[in-house]
């Protein structure tokens, strides 16, 4: 899973600043479309690596997904609306103004190998 994690990462860093992608637009991208929720662990794993702006990753109705955390999700919040990113009053994106898509998506696709769960 670990070059999976890396293929993820490298599409998250090249999302600007004040856009957002979905976990299952990732996994998409990549060529693997039922591997959304590794696309969570993934973003889960990216832990203190300040290299991959894991915060513009949201779900696919356009919220935060928080899972038995609360700081986290306040701070994918905070960094959203630092980047200008505005939420409405159910704490959803504008999924149609702020998502993102990459020009090149074959660029990213991913290989995945015989023992992904995914494939």
């Known amino acids: 899973m670990a ?8 599409l998250v860093r090249d999302i600007p600043r004040g856009r957002v992608m979905t976990y299952g637009q990732i996994a ?3 060529g693997c479309p039922r591997a959304a929720r590794a696309v ?10 300040n290299d991959v702006p894991w915060q513009r990753v949201i779900n696919s109705r356009g919220r935060i997904s928080a899972r038995n955390d609360v ?5 994918q919040k905070l960094l959203l609306e630092g980047e200008g990113v ?3 009053e159910d704490e959803r994106i504008d999924l149609e ?11 990213y696709f991913f ?3 015989l023992d992904m769960p995914f494939r």
């Open 40 to 49: 969570g662990y993934a973003m889960r794993a990216s832990g203190r690596r």
């Open 28 to 30: 998409t991208i990549l």
């Open 97 to 107: 103004r702020y998502r993102w898509e990459p020009r090149d998506p074959e660029a």
């Open 3 to 10: 070059n999976f994690y890396e293929a993820v990462y490298r």
């Open 86 to 88: 505005e939420f409405d």
């Open 71 to 75: 700081a986290r999700p306040l701070l």
């Open 111 to 113: 290989e995945p190998t």
